[in-house]
């Protein structure tokens, strides 16, 4: 399938159908991405108003058969957002404009908001209104919420409240061929028909754009409260999760793993960071606990601490006595990645694990990358998701461009030895452009050829996103 | 496009390439459904052993056009498993021999199972791993898994766990061409590519089926409570409902409104059973409670009724201070089905509403249905997920037969109504094929013609199900 360009003469025919100030020419903040791995092109960047815009923008694109690719806030990791210059020049359509609170609905617990809104933003809106929007990440500050829920984001409260998927409940968006889909449903139970909603989350804008989304709010929990408890080993951490679940249910928001390696990048990078202890434990996990009135998180974490002493989990701990101190934990864990981009890694995976096989991955990870070179690991992130933010470093002293000749067989171990545990290579950042030749090699092919089939019944000419998600048939 | 029946030489060609006792008779316990209204026809039943042995079935379908009739525990309420005589004669697959544990995991909260296996087995063998499956609708003991997420079964805890879909973390099935899909993930994160599985989810056996699936399992909460308190209005109810959210948080897993109908027709059809109030109420609400260790839930409702009581939002109420009072309360719910059935009703309808107009919607469903005639309405069902079952009953001494002619029009202004008002007229029993005219009434266009593409795209032939859920092009 030949695209083309979107070059003059089909940015003429927009400026006849959609208002002067919809069109921009390509600024380079819509062509750079967080990592600086991929430099985009562009056509032209639109910026509508509404969601008859975009669907005016898309079936301008699918008359013409020009690329499209839809921007939220830019800060995906891998590469969703870019398309290189290898191919025609694309339009580029960022939702930046359409940031309006559509109804919100607290007796519902529903808030229902326009994909530009900002992830922040959104959460905002949920707590003046006396609700939660649990989806919370680093880039909250920036990502919009088209984006968050088209690559599926995940972040540190997936454990209690899931992944993007699991707060929508329906979408407004426009298909490839630039007809609307009216589903922003706020009913938590609807079984008419298939599901375009989950089908569309994810698909990292290759099936449509997403205008706007409800969403589900949570209640406010009476009382939060958090721990950091030293433990001897993952296979601890995980025993320890169990016990924690057994004792306090759901209520457990966040249960996150963390690697002596990176409490060293902390003292060694921010040594104004303030740690919680004097001496570094090999591995250590944060609690974040969330509880209905009446009981103290505190009093209910040093329960926990007790029992996990006693059989012999934990050996130190600390437990937040306060607002302040609760921040303090939680901020140790909050500046890893930048410990870890001011040490400069070799390479970064962000990948998930059967929980239960997360203790062997570890050691054999290390045992394989021994074998590549003197490299040192970081391996953190969200345990009680099973999903592992595993990355790796240039040894002590060591400069990472001696890694560079090293960085695609570093990768390449890592995620051959994620697949050999059922586990999968992209958990929570999606596949964008950097993972679509993983998807190729490691990806069920009877999924492969369903996803095509489906990109080719619901975008016949292939103009979103293209490169993105979808590996080329062989 | 034309399909063959499954008839003597399609037979025979199975019969070569299957062992032999895989094929049966159409035996009629296959073409019958629990509400009689629907009678099925089949060419052959199939009892497949195996993954393999269901992809083997399907191919020979495809290649000969043979339509198919995927089969789990027949419960189903909408016709989705039953294929008339107007078509040609059916394959039948049942996956009644499928129902094999594949792997339970305590520790990562998972269980795989074959698609066979029967709902209320699933929960045993949850419980005896100590862990809750908590999907649980009135069918379980016959229901099979597979059938449950093909519909995307909901049922009494959907408020708190979600339905079957939020419950299914992978499946393994076979696509309409006879392709195994290996997608049995135990992963809580996986970004990898468009979800496939909640596309099969819901589809109603039209795109493929289930052979087996990896669920969530959740702690067993440690404490349990049930109340039962009257309220003034449904609005009562709902106002009731934010205020134990407050307070009691995602702790509350159901969240019952029952009408004084109910209680009615409990008191006329089942006198025996034992109902909390002497004077009926209005209106009540069944309230059940899981918590973690450290609180008592009868506690809990007490402190919820008091401050209930003070907001004018309760009158009276009953809280169980023992398992049995527990069982007995839940008992009145569980029987309301049971009362309905042996009134015998005009027309049941299993809707949802945004919560915060269902007040709106059964004050206006009263005045359009008096003025079609004199009819009984039980309006009752899980208030916290939206989700109403609003059952239409002769008036008292009437039969249901002098209601025959007013029948089409009573669900007519029950789904338009619904519609009105941004529901949706199948909220967990799903479309089979009662409810196709619905969808195509009532769906928006732009899904409808998603649905048709994806349908083609994985089922070129068209052989699943047909005649279920997809409602045909004009």
Redesign the interface.
Known sequence: MTLNPADTGFVDHLRAVLPADTLRPAEPRYLEEPRGRYHGQAGVIALPRSTEEVATLLRAAHTARVPVVPYGGGTGLVGGQIMGAAGPAPLVISLERMTALRGI??????IAVEAGMILADVQRAATEA?RLFPLSLAAEGTARIGGTLA??A?GVN?LRY??A??LCLGLEAV?PTG?????L????????????R??L???EGT?GIITAASLKL??I??EQGTAMLTVASPAAA??LL?MA???????ISAFELIHRQGLEFLRETLPDLRLPFAELPDWCVLIDL??????SPAD?LA?LFETALDAGLCADGVIAQSEAQRQALWSVREHIPEGNRRIGSVSSHDI?????RIPDFIVEGGKRLAALGDMRINCFG?LG???LHYNVFPAQGKDRRAYEHLRDEVKRCVHDLTHEY??????????GRL?VA??AR???P??????R??????DPHGIMNPGA??PRAD
């Open positions: 609905y607290p007796q519902e617990n529903v006396g690559t599926n995940g997936v899931g992944n998927r699991d298909l007809e609307i889909w009216h589903g449903s706020r009913l938590r139970k609807d079984n008419t028909g298939y599901d375009l989950n089908l989350i994810g698909a099936l949570s209640p929990p009476a995980i025993d169990a679940r057994d004792q306090l249910g759901e209520t969330g509880l209905p009135k009446g009981r209910a329960a998930s694990i059967p929980i239960s969200h998701d099973g999903n059922d586990g999968s290579v992209s958990a929570e950042h999606g596949v993972k993983d998807l490691y990806g069920d009877v999924k492969l050829a369903a996803m089939a489906i990109k080719q019944a619901l998600v979808v």
